[in-house]
């Protein structure tokens, strides 16, 4: 069994910054890429930052220039830094891991139960 357990959410005003972290843990032999997606009432996910394990990344348009996305290998975390944040940021915002797993080696996708993000105007 896998456990992707996202933290750091709240709310803040516009302009501020949060950051949110994401450890994964388990029956891991490695993570590969790792993402942050978010979701916000009556809307689709949306991928907001991906990164790989050689820390190769990519962002949404609406996010680059002001999150950051980070990752600790020997923790197994995956960080998003989000600074300039905007009303329109406000989400439920999930980190989701792509790991192989013990025993079968096989590779899976695991989301975590999401955390709250609220900027207010």
């Known amino acids: 069994q896998v456990q992707v357990v996202e933290s750091g959410g709240g709310l803040v005003q516009a302009g501020g910054s949060l950051r949110l972290s994401c450890a994964a843990s388990?029956?891991?032999?490695?993570?590969?890429?790792m993402g942050w997606y978010r979701q916000a009432p009556g809307k689709q996910r949306e991928l907001v930052a991906t990164?790989?394990?050689?820390?190769?990344?990519n962002y949404a348009d609406s996010v680059k220039g002001r999150f950051t996305i980070s990752r600790d290998n020997a923790k197994n975390t995956v960080y998003l830094q989000m600074n300039s944040l905007k009303p329109e940021d406000t989400a439920v915002y999930y980190c989701?891991?792509?790991?192989?797993?013990?025993?079968?080696?096989?590779?899976?996708?695991?989301w975590g139960q999401g955390t709250q993000v609220t900027v207010s105007s």
């Open positions: 989701n891991a792509e790991v192989r797993t013990i025993p079968t080696m096989r590779v899976y996708w695991y």
């Open positions: 388990g029956s891991i032999v490695s993570i590969n890429a």
């Open positions: 990164i790989t394990s050689g820390s190769s990344t």
